[in-house]
Antibody, heavy 118, light 107 residues
Framework: QEQLVESGGDVVQPGKSLRLSCAAS????????LHWVRQAPGKGLEWVGL????????DFADSVRGRFTSSRDNSKNTLSLRMDTLRPEDTAVYYC???????????WGRGTLVAVSS | SVLTQAPSVSVAPGETAGISCRGD??????VHWYQQKAGQAPTLVIF???ARPSGIPERFSGSNSADTAILTISSVEAGDEADYYC???????????FGGGTKLTVL
């Protein structure tokens, strides 16, 4: 069964850092680019960033560029998101999602909640 | 790219629901659609304008012409009640862009 499972969500103070993880199973992890998508409470979906198949390329939305970085370990089938200088507006459920190769997401995790509050 | 969706659509069971997604020169892009039921992660229901992933009923169909893509759900069921999002790849970058979402209410 193909699966993505996020973890690491927490309540953090503004300005602090947090690392999220996404564990994959049931498919050949290294064959797919992976993305992070977030959803603020009661709001729509917002693309956060992507990591290429081999981890050599990443790109992020303007709203997080310079504060967020992502990496992957293809030997452990894991993706991580390092979030620095967190802001209240970063509060959201963070999903990892698999890129089928055609620009769309064919597999999503259940998400992990990040709350940034003092 | 900016994608515009109506905030809500209501339809009676058994009727047909049309959910639109508007964007500049949208027909030049592949549009993908996601369904998100309350408290759940999104799931892909249409990719590349009109293709259905395995397991998605034929009641779900899509089209894309000029500046508007449409997700059509025929013979709507109570279980179709959800938020629906369109999505494209920004032509000038690797960005993925989502529409604001449309809440489908089954009366």
């Amino acid at each position: 069964q193909e699966q993505l499972v996020e973890s690491g969500g927490d309540v953090v103070q503004p300005g602090k850092s947090l690392r999220l993880s996404c564990a994959a199973s049931g498919f050949i992890f290294r064959n797919y680019a992976l993305h992070w998508v977030r959803q603020a409470p009661g709001k729509g979906l917002e693309w956060v960033g992507l990591v290429s198949k081999n981890g050599g390329y990443e790109d992020f939305a303007d709203s997080v560029r310079g504060r967020f970085t992502s990496s992957r370990d293809n030997s452990k089938n894991t993706l991580s998101l390092r979030m620095d200088t967190l802001r209240p507006e970063d509060t959201a459920v963070y999903y990892c999602a698999r890129d089928r190769g055609g620009g769309y997401f064919d597999l999503w995790g259940r998400g992990t909640l990040v709350a940034v509050s003092s | 790219s900016v994608l515009t969706q109506a905030p809500s659509v209501s339809v009676a069971p058994g009727e047909t629901a049309g959910i639109s997604c508007r964007g500049d020169q949208l027909s030049t892009k592949n549009v993908h659609w996601y369904q998100q039921k309350a408290g759940q992660a999104p799931t892909l229901v249409i990719f590349d304008d009109s293709a259905r992933p395995s397991g998605i009923p034929e009641r779900f169909s899509g089209s894309n012409s000029a500046d508007t893509a449409i997700l059509t759900i025929s013979s709507v069921e109570a279980g179709d009640e959800a938020d629906y999002y369109c999505q494209v790849v920004d032509g000038s970058s690797s960005y993925r862009v989502f529409g604001g979402g449309t809440k489908l209410t089954v009366l």
